[in-house]
């Protein structure tokens, strides 16, 4: 039986790839299909809309951070019940981490999950041009299945047929529709309080008329028709079959200061026997009190530090859960918020939890961006002896005050440095990980909260 899924890829970043894939799924959801959302590579922004748009939990596709099976595997686990699956590529259609190997691209995104491929073309300022953009697309690799194409900030309906005349007949693919220069509508800037406007509804509008605008320019039959592909092979062995009743509880912060998760990091402590129950930071809700671990995960807590800095309740929970030891992870935002302050761009010194002595800095340029292989380091609960992947991505600098006992070691494409701050039962730095690249790192942690819950009852 086969199976609809669709690839949108772009030749560059900045060819309108998101704008163009959530007008497709909100247009695919006014036919009446469920959609599933999928991002290639590690961003956490484009997912968020993904999801507001489908009403289903968009997932992150990463060949980099993760072997072929796993992404296989959490392909299938997100595609259960779809009636077509979306994949939005990440930067240009062949790039990824390294630029002599198809290694972390889109391209090995389409190839592991056998998605046909609809290339998103800027076609400004050329007609015939285009062709040869799309022509070099198709004869790079061998591989990738490049089934159509979509013209993007066309002048006009003239333009338009110009540019698809000149692919059809140069390339042999359908150029399927296209999106006009000068369109009414611009996808809103992807500023950082872009989750909670998507989570009160805000966007819906903006949303509904993308979707209009695409089924007037786009061919959704024909869509529908290059989505075919035959289903793919998964192994039986997934992250997701073993569902133990749960044994301990993980409390996560989850807010709009606090937001960036991989669902299947949550999903594989579910599986594995940890209830997860949600406490906002920012609500100024503590710590639940039968909580056994702790998770902070990322977030933007600079643009709430003022609300943060005055929730004195929940500050004092969450610094008596871990000086008591309970097991905690707190991934960039979240090892922000447990320094002793966080900086503002305009100077204003805020104070944060107090656990980690040092100060967060806030500067306008980025301060570290890309993948890591991670090392545990210190006798690390959740990675001693093991090798976890992940990524960093912010805007601040920590200023430690004393020296720290670092959580792990990082290697990313600049070398190799130590990271984070190790102390009682916590594990903090700036490295999201990715724990289908470490499953270990889920017992260890479930083992280290049954430890301590032993230990209290006792």
């Known amino acids: 039986m086969t199976q609809r899924r669709i690839v949108i890829a772009g030749t560059g970043s900045s060819v309108g790839k998101t704008t163009l894939t959530i007008g497709l799924m909100a247009a695919l959801k006014k036919r009446g299909l469920v959609v599933q959302g999928f991002k290639c590579g590690p961003d956490y922004i484009d997912p968020s809309y993904h999801t507001a748009v489908t009403g289903r939990v968009s997932r992150n596709l990463d060949s980099w951070m993760l072997m072929k099976d796993r992404v296989l595997d959490i392909f299938h686990h997100g595609t259960k019940g779809a009636d077509i699956s979306v994949i939005e590529g990440v930067m240009g259609f062949y790039d990824g981490k390294n630029p002599e190997t198809n290694e972390g691209s889109t391209a090995e995104i389409s190839m592991i999950t056998q998605s046909p491929v609809l290339l998103v073309v800027n076609c400004a300022s050329m007609a015939r041009s285009a062709a040869a953009i799309v022509k070099g697309f198709q004869l790079f690799t061998e591989g990738p299945n490049i089934v159509g194409v979509i013209a993007n900030k066309v002048g006009s309906e003239g333009h338009y047929q110009l540019v698809k005349k000149a692919i059809e007949q140069e390339c042999g693919i359908p150029v399927i529709g296209y999106l006009k220069r000068e369109l009414d509508i611009e996808i809103p800037e992807r500023h950082l309080g872009l989750i909670p406007s998507l989570e009160r509804g805000e966007l819906d ?248 819950k032993g230990e209290m009852t006792t």
């Not at 806030?362 to 001693?384: C, H, K, P, V």
């Not at 920590?398 to 290697?411: C, G, H, I, L, N």
């Open 205 to 452: 509008g903006f949303f509904e008329q993308l979707g209009s605008l695409v089924l007037e320019t786009i061919d959704i039959d024909r869509l529908l028709e290059i989505s075919m592909a035959n289903p793919l092979n998964v192994e039986n062995d997934s992250l997701f079959n073993e569902q133990k009743d749960p044994i301990v509880k993980i409390a996560v912060a989850k807010d709009a200061a606090f937001n960036f998760y991989y669902p299947e990091n949550l999903e594989m402590l579910e599986s594995k026997g940890a209830e997860i129950t949600y406490f906002s930071p920012l609500a100024n809700e503590e710590v639940p009190q039968d909580a056994d671990g702790l998770y902070i995960g990322g977030g933007f807590p600079e643009e709430f530090a003022d609300t943060l800095a005055h929730n004195e309740y929940v500050k004092a929970s969450v610094k008596q859960a871990i000086e008591s030891g309970m097991p905690t992870l707190a991934e960039c935002g979240g090892f922000m918020y447990l320094t002793e302050s966080i900086e503002t761009i305009d100077n204003n010194k805020l104070e944060m939890v107090g656990v980690i002595p040092g100060a967060v800095q806030m500067q306008t340029r980025l301060a570290a961006l890309g993948y890591r292989e991670i090392t545990g380091q210190n006798s690390n609960f959740l990675l001693d002896n093991l090798k976890a992947k992940g990524h960093e991505f912010h805007y601040s600098t920590y200023k430690p005050t004393e020296e720290p006992t670092f959580a792990y070691e990082t290697k990313g494409m600049r070398g190799v440095k130590k990271e984070g701050y190790l102390t009682h039962n916590l594990v903090a730095g700036y490295t999201h990980f990715h724990f289908a690249s470490c499953p270990e790192m889920v017992d260890n942690w479930i083992n280290k909260c049954l430890e301590r």
